[in-house]
């Protein structure tokens, strides 16, 4: 399965991508960044999942941005769709078997640390994994990764600190915390908000897998988290997708001079 996707792929003229990225719900404007080379609908290529969430665009963009070839997926796919962990982190295995030397992903999630406001970023530190399954679970390919990936620093301290040190220089509010990764499609109860505060500053609904991947394969990774809701389990008001598209969208700008800035000191 993998040599097919990635035998279509090369013959689509994706031969050396260097950067991955992963672009969350709401946040495609860095695509506006890239010059295009490529555009591919991920049911074109083999293998592939579809994505059937009607905000995720479902499109594989190759192209250039500060002389680096980027591989990017606009729009993911997630454990709530139906599909496995192993269909989930698919495409992350395919962008590092085509040669990415960096994963940096995207994210919408809702703030827990209260000290954390709607429309700010976050960058992940740690996370939690309430995702009832593991992508590694099966049989192992000891090609891919070792049975038994350690995960004791998931988030590449070499990307974290320079994103840190571009907020600071940008002058962008960049949070660092935790992110708990549950399955969805609900949002949370009054009382799982209460539950995952005592250990987490934000909560979403992917990432964790595709980090898991990441680890397997030797692949450094950073994410960031757009805060688009603030779950305050005592002053809690109905979840709307509307609001929380509207705000990734308003808070998209610096994630993108983030990751724009990142790319071209890489």
């Known amino acids: 399965m993998y040599d097919q996707a990635i035998n279509y792929l090369k ?61 990017a997926m606009q729009g993911r796919f997630h454990y709530y769709e139906g599909y496995s962990l192993q269909q989930v982190t698919f495409p992350i295995r395919i962008m590092k078997l085509l ?12 703030a827990l640390n209260l000290n954390y406001k709607k429309g700010s970023l976050m960058l992940i530190e740690d996370h939690i994994n309430f995702l009832p399954d593991n992508p590694l679970r099966g049989l192992n390919d000891d090609k891919m990764g070792p049975r038994f990936p350690d995960m004791h620093q998931p988030y590449s301290s070499f990307l974290n600190e320079r994103l840190l040190a571009i907020a600071l220089r940008e002058k962008i509010v960049l949070h660092k915390g935790v992110y708990v990764a549950v399955p969805g499609p609900n ?4 009382a799982e908000y209460r539950l995952f505060r005592n250990y987490a500053d934000a909560v979403g609904m992917s990432t964790v897998p595709e980090v898991i991947v990441a680890n397997h394969m030797g692949l450094p990774c950073a994410a960031v988290s757009v805060l688009t809701d603030e779950c305050d389990p005592d002053n809690l008001s109905p979840a709307s997708i509307d609001d929380i598209l509207e705000t990734a969208g308003k808070a998209e700008e610096g994630l993108v001079k983030l990751f724009c800035s990142l790319i071209r000191e890489l």
Do not use: C, W
């Open 11 to 71: 013959s689509a003229g994706i031969t050396s991508p260097e950067i991955g990225i992963v672009l969350g719900t709401g946040l495609g404007k860095m695509v506006n960044e890239l010059d295009l080379i490529h555009v591919l609908d991920y049911g074109q290529i083999p293998n592939f999942p579809v994505a059937t969430v009607e905000f995720h665009h479902g499109k594989l963009l190759y192209g250039e941005l500060f002389g680096k070839k980027i591989l």
């Open 99 to 110: 040669g990415i030397n960096y994963l940096l992903l995207s994210n919408a999630a809702g």
């Open 187 to 190: 949002f949370e109860t009054r």
